[in-house]
């Protein structure tokens, strides 16, 4: 097909061109591509990404999300979000609460909801990875990797590793406004350390509660704000002693805020926005 209808949606600024793919089809090898043009803001949309809400055998949605370079993650908090509060207001859920299916497997989402509109979403993103092979990291220690001396360029951090179906790695930081997002983001993206390579986050700790976060994502740069990531440095700021399991932490991006809670039961608990920008028509060369 040619004319593709989309809809462009944003949770905290990480946006993505969502596809309805209940009513149209696109031929799987054309996807990559796809999203680079779409996600290009000179000659496409403009966006950190393209998330296709698809058919499910196993669920009434599947998310499927590819960065600005093209390539295909596993998971997006932000993404889920968005799918959760397009699934509901196009009709193809009836409950508040559904599963969604994901690559990194199915996570439960609440729409909350004024009217007719969802104007928020709560997420239960299932339980972090943390052991270092399927985050998945390289080195011989197969346990968590909290804390642990990181050598990058001239660099030397200290590096905090979290899986939420998707990789990341968080450095603690004093001065979130000086946190070397653009001078580490890049180089330890694409370490050999990380095989799948890996989102790379920055946290200044305020309290037990709170936290302030940027992020340089994997396939897509620096962004407004990252979902899974913002979970991880929740799970990370449990595991360097900041905060605490059960305590819900106010997490300050560059687009917003998030509620998260890591649960005594293991589960990561996500709650924030979920906004429609604008929908059309792209036409594809
Ligand atoms: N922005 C997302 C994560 C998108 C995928 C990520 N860049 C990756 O490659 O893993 C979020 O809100 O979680």
């Not at 994997?218 to 905060?243: D, H, K, P």
Request: aromatic letters at 8%; hydrophobic letters at 40%.
């Amino acid at each position: 097909m040619k004319n593709m209808r989309f809809t462009k949606m944003h949770g905290l600024g990480n946006s993505y061109i969502y596809i309805d793919m209940f009513k149209q089809t696109i031929e799987e090898e054309k996807l990559p591509q796809l999203a680079i043009e779409v996600a290009d803001k000179n000659k496409g949309i403009g966006s950190d990404g393209m998330i296709l809400v698809c058919p499910s055998e196993v669920a009434p949605v599947k998310m499927r999300i590819f960065n600005n370079d093209g390539s295909e993650a596993k998971n997006c908090g932000n993404g889920l979000r968005c799918v959760a509060k397009f699934a509901y207001e196009h009709g193809y859920v009836n409950e508040n609460s559904f599963e969604i299916e994901t690559l990194a497997g199915k996570v439960k989402a609440t729409v909350h909801v004024e009217g007719e509109q969802v104007h928020s979403v709560s997420v239960d993103m299932g339980k972090p990875i943390l052991s270092r092979n399927q985050i998945p990291m390289v080195g011989r220690d197969q346990e968590k990797v909290v804390d642990e001396l990181f050598l990058i360029d001239e660099h030397s951090v200290r590096v905090t590793a979290v899986s939420m179906g998707n990789p990341h790695v968080i450095m603690f930081v004093n001065e979130i406004q000086e946190a070397p997002v653009e001078e580490i983001g890049p180089s330890m993206e694409k370490d050999e350390r990380f095989p799948d390579w890996v989102n790379v986050e920055f946290v200044e700790v305020v309290s037990e509660s709170e936290i302030y976060f940027r992020v340089w994502e994997r396939g897509s740069g620096i962004t407004q704000a990252c979902g899974t990531g913002a979970c991880a440095a929740v799970v990370a700021s449990v595991l360097n002693g900041y905060s605490q399991k059960g305590q819900e932490v106010t997490v300050h991006l560059l687009g917003g805020d998030l509620l998260i809670t890591w649960q005594e039961n293991g589960h990561v608990i996500m709650r924030g926005a979920a906004e429609v920008i604008c929908e059309g028509v792209f036409e594809r060369k």
